[in-house]
């Protein structure tokens, strides 16, 4: 297994790191599932410097993982209001040329342990519906599903997600 390690980014100015990574990833991940117009409105509308921002002051942990030093993913979590108890896993992605290598289990299991030390019993995410290797991943890694959920995100677009879950 290769070297991971875990950073906390914790000023906005480390934030930067989560935009360049999502730069990378988003187009590759989503074009076969979403438009190139909903994939720059989704970026504009959760990567912008304001929007993280204000993420990073309302609570959420915004976390990369290295492997081997290098930056190859990022997740961002925080305490999920609507479900006492559960903490929301809002972004897990990990730059494709380290896929299939233990690697996003290993973010996920990250996650869920930083979540239960900080006391929260339930684990939740969105995954699109029709994002099969991450549907697939999440089984594999114990989350069931608990919804199906089509959220107006404004412009004219939805996100047609599977609610996931899993006790922790």
Partial sequence: MKNLTFEQLNTPDALQIVRDIAADIWPKTFSNILSREQIVYMME??????????????????????????????????????????????????????????????????????????????????????????????????FSTVESVKIDIGNGFFMDDFVMEKAL
Avoid at 78 to 96: I, N, R, W
Avoid at 97 to 116: K, N, P
Avoid at 118 to 137: D, H, I
């Fill in 45 to 142: 509308m959760m990567y912008a410097p304001a929007v993280m921002e204000k993420e990073l002051a309302d609570g959420y942990r915004f976390e990369i993982i290295r492997v081997d030093d290098i930056p190859a993913g990022y997740m961002v979590w925080s305490a999920y209001p609507a479900h006492p108890g559960t903490a929301k896993l809002h972004k897990l992605y990990l730059l494709q040329e380290y896929h299939r290598q233990g690697i996003g289990s290993a973010m996920l299991t990250h996650v869920a342990a930083r979540a239960e030390a900080a006391g929260f019993s339930r684990l939740r995410l969105n995954v699109n519906k029709n994002n099969e290797a991450a549907k697939r991943s999440y089984l594999r890694n114990g």
